[in-house]
């Protein structure tokens, strides 16, 4: 059984915001499988296709830990079978990174994550939303709706990112990075 986390923001004013890339992610797989129906529990939404839960956080951003310790728990999986997919200021729009293991880089919500579960040995999607713009602070920039022409490369980005979260499923991780990793979409 495998959880997968897409992060951001809950509420119709965050749905195309740059930290939002998580959920859009999330609701991208859901479509592509054919899952169920979202369900709501006290701290996370989620959905499931056959051994797979995919999961919103009911919290917001920088909380993110608390709902995955929950749905870590009532889905009886360990840190092994999460698989955490977020935005990242660090990569260029157009781009992922799936990554094994590490620190969360500065992100809050997967600070948030690694310390509630205590341990930061899981598997984690980053999709691109940089580069930031030197005059506008982080906090801003993140919280922006994407533009007109980068929400049409993260529309292919997305594509490529179930793609790639399909390969670690059914080939592995190391073929999932080895194809992935290298990989950026252009318009």
Sequence with gaps: MKVIV????????YAFNRHNVGFMFV?????????????????????????IFLV?????MNLSGIAV?????DFHVTTTDII?????????????????????????????????????????LRIGIGPKPENIDLADYVLEDF???ELRLIDKV?????????VMLNEGLSKAMSVFNSYEVVL
């Design 56 to 60: 919103k956080p009911n919290t917001f």
């Design 147 to 149: 533009t007109e022409e």
């Design 84 to 124: 955490v997919v977020y935005d990242d200021v660090d990569l260029p729009c157009g781009r992922l990174r799936i990554k094994a293991q590490g620190g969360s880089g500065g992100h809050r919500g997967l600070q948030s994550i690694i310390d509630y579960i205590g341990t930061n040995e899981f598997v984690r």
């Design 158 to 166: 997305l594509d490529k990112a179930v793609e790639a979260v399909d």
């Design 27 to 51: 609701d991208r797989f859901k479509e592509f499988k054919k899952c169920s129906t979202w369900q709501h529990r006290d701290r996370y939404t989620f959905s499931q296709c056959k051994d």
């Design 69 to 73: 310790i929950k749905c870590q728990r």
């Design 6 to 13: 897409g992060l951001g923001n809950p509420g119709p004013r």
